[in-house]
């Protein structure tokens, strides 16, 4: 992603009464488990950071070293594993019931603190008198993982963040094996929660998320533990996103046909198991409203019948509304999105 | 800004470890009073929303029709007509005492309510159990001297927001003098506090500041009513951004020399007085973070003594932290905005 990149296509507009207001431009990959190409829309070949939209290949390394299996860990802990949680009191008891099958609490969790992105659980906390714990991160279930894999391995529990760390090394062996891949030192930036940002690929993270939703191209073990994982989220789509957000929306919507997991920055991964495809988006300039667009209309656009459902158009299309609640434009992907081969 | 726009250059990279992760394309216009340009960057000829960013030009009609001394306005209530404030508390007595001059309260503010942006002041309401009303919204003060001025001239008070009312229809008269440019019906749009919107071409903006800025291209009574509000921003910037914001801090730290001021979507608008040009930034993607970089990097290239000024150099350059405070990157001009000619 770095120097002289190629111009992406506008994907989005922003409408405000007659005219465009702005407009977000972007990369589309969907892709086979064999890495064969079903849409490519700008450069899928530029290398970026994910982000938080593959927490659950990040989680295979939680599964398969047995910490998941050790600790008894059912759907809602393995779908916290690969959540950017809204730090709802749900979501903040069950990381604390991950970490207390380790023996641990939240204060070995080093992902930082934040308020709750659900604003009704931020403004209890206020009024109740609190501040933020690491439970409340987005990413503490990703990071209660880490610590529970660490735990298995025997692992240094302090130092779980830093790339050379056993999980780490584990986490970016995943990544490059499934996004056919290698990761160099120049790749791996710090993310928002401290774990190791991994820089890949946008056409190679459509491939790993083929391979995670069809099983195919990776061990019967592998397979067995993204089975679990993609089972554990449709089960549980709350758990991986929060009250009202697209990703739990679309996954209880759809259930184990389509996979969704968003990113900072305007990342996005997903999967439409039954098509046998994987798909990565990138918005260009990080916008996430316009990454949520862009996928919904992919998924409208490549799941049978998808044209057709209202939840996606939903999506694909969010009115604006202003202060007084008048709607005074929207969102809409353009015919690039929507019909480029 | 419609169909088959100019591709509008990368200016601003986001930056994480070693890689670009997001790009910011946009437009910079940069024009004296006779409409010079002075820079150009992207499609300046392109009609957009300026949305907040022209609110001291829209407040010319309050002080021309002579509300504001009716009314007995001071620096204070005058920059308040030009602000988007962050729902402070001073923020909120001070638009209340512009109604009460008028003998109106906040019932006739049509701007609807939004929790102050200002989080400290937010987390102040909700701790005390309150509910934000339309004083808390950062374009109040724009409304109240909507009504003040619809007061003065005699118009009805409940439909003030109309684009046929008197007070917006001597506001587009305004902005079509001052940027050169009619505005059509299809130029007309719904903003976020339901006043009119008015689509302008951004080198007509540039323009219209220059004018602003110097007097020049007006009439002496307008050339008066724009000195008098600039000198009231340049006096009380915090009451036309609020606390820790980039238009308040420019505007401390340089007094009179650089007017700024923030609109929704990637707008900016602003002026170097002694330069004698006005200046219009656009983000493509209406993102506020890279038009404040942008006209940052404006700033410092085109005020003497601007490019060692540390304070626009925070601004061009902000470092992003994660939430354990670590530097993980930041965002920087590209040398497209530094250096094209």
Redesign the interface.
């Known amino acids: ?2 120097d002289a ?1 190629m ?1 992406n296509p506008v994907l989005v507009e ?1 409408i ?10 972007g990369a589309v990959a969907v892709v086979d488990a064999d890495g064969k190409a079903a849409l490519a829309l700008g450069d899928v070949a530029a ?3 994910p982000r938080s939209a593959v927490k659950a290949l990040q989680a295979l390394v939680l599964v398969e070293c047995g910490a998941a299996d050790r600790y008894g860990f059912g759907d809602e802990q393995l779908a916290l594993a690969c959540a950017s949680h809204s730090g709802e009191p749900a979501h903040v008891a069950g990381v604390a019931r991950m970490l207390a099958g380790a023996g641990l609490d939240e204060s070995a969790l ?5 308020w709750p992105t659900h604003r009704p659980s931020a ?1 209890a906390l ?2 109740a ?1 609190g501040t933020p714990s690491p439970l409340h ?1 987005n990413c503490s279930g990703k990071h209660a993982g880490f610590l529970c894999a660490a735990s298995v391995m025997g692992a240094d529990l302090r130092t779980y963040c830093a790339p050379s760390h056993p999980v780490q090394r584990e986490v970016q062996a995943v990544l490059e094996e499934l996004c056919g891949a290698a990761i160099g030192a ?9 774990a190791p ?1 991994f ?1 890949l690929p946008l056409a190679g993270l459509a491939r790993a998320f083929a391979r995670f939703a069809t099983g195919q191209g990776m061990s019967a073990e592998r397979a067995a533990a993204a089975g679990r994982l993609r089972a554990a989220c449709a089960n549980r789509p709350w758990f991986v996103a929060g009250s009202g957000l697209f990703v739990t929306e679309i996954m209880s919507h759809f259930g184990a046909r389509v996979f969704v997991k968003t990113g900072a ?2 990342a996005y991964c997903g999967a439409l198991p039954e098509e046998g495809v994987g798909i990565a988006v990138k ?5 996430g409203r ?1 990454a949520e667009v862009i996928m919904a209309a992919v998924i409208a656009r490549l799941l049978p019948g998808g044209a057709q459902d209202e939840v996606l158009a939903k999506y694909a299309r969010p009115v604006l509304r ?5 709607a ?2 929207g969102l809409r992907p353009t015919p690039a999105l929507l019909t480029t081969p």
Chains 1, 2 share one sequence.
């Open positions: 992603m770095n990149p111009a922003v405000r009464g007659a005219l465009v207001e702005s407009r977000h431009r290398r970026g950071y080093q992902c930082g603190a934040h403004d206020i009024r008198g991160h120049q790749d791996v930036g710090i993310d928002g929660c401290s940002a820089a920055e305007g918005c260009e300039d990080g916008g316009a202003n202060w007084r609640g008048i005074v434009g």
